[in-house]
């Protein structure tokens, strides 16, 4: 039986536009800022191609890779939906060293 919260058109429609998080990002905000906790919160954040769906890990792949290993781990996962052909991924990659401290993108493992 598959999971539901795991096919393609589940994540992708509930992911969220890099626009959207640029313009988050981009306003005045601090660490109480709700689309910030949310993301700081975060045990991963995973791009999704906006062209064919390709995926990559941006942060967490570490925890990812541990919880894969226990079937009862739940992980906050954060998807966002961007261009991949673009300087988005830079973006993405920027976003993530500021309110995560770090990224994977690019990074073998």
Same mark, same amino acid.
């Given at each position: 039986?598959?999971?539901? @919260?795991?096919?393609?058109? *589940?994540? +992708? =429609? ?5 626009? +959207?998080?640029? %313009?988050?990002?981009?306003? +005045? ?6 689309? $910030?906790?949310? @993301? /700081? ?9 906006? &062209?064919?769906? /390709? /995926? =990559? $890990? *941006?942060?967490? /792949?570490?925890?990812? +890779?541990? =919880? ?7 992980? %906050? &996962? $954060?998807? &966002? &939906?961007?261009? *991949? ?14 309110? %995560?401290?770090?990224?994977? *993108?690019?990074?073998?493992?």
């Amino acid at each position: 039986m598959s999971d539901p @919260f795991n096919e393609p058109d *589940f994540m +992708r =429609a509930n992911a969220t536009p890099i626009e +959207r998080l640029m %313009k988050l990002v981009e306003q +005045r905000w601090d660490d109480q800022t709700p689309g $910030i906790v949310h @993301f /700081r919160d975060a045990d991963a954040v995973v791009g999704i191609d906006l &062209v064919d769906d /390709r /995926r =990559a $890990i *941006f942060y967490g /792949r570490e925890t990812i +890779r541990e =919880a894969a290993s226990d079937p009862d781990t739940r992980l %906050k &996962v $954060i998807h &966002v &939906v961007l261009d *991949f052909d673009t300087n988005q991924v830079e973006t993405l990659a920027a976003i993530c060293d500021v309110l %995560k401290g770090s990224h994977c *993108f690019g990074t073998e493992g």
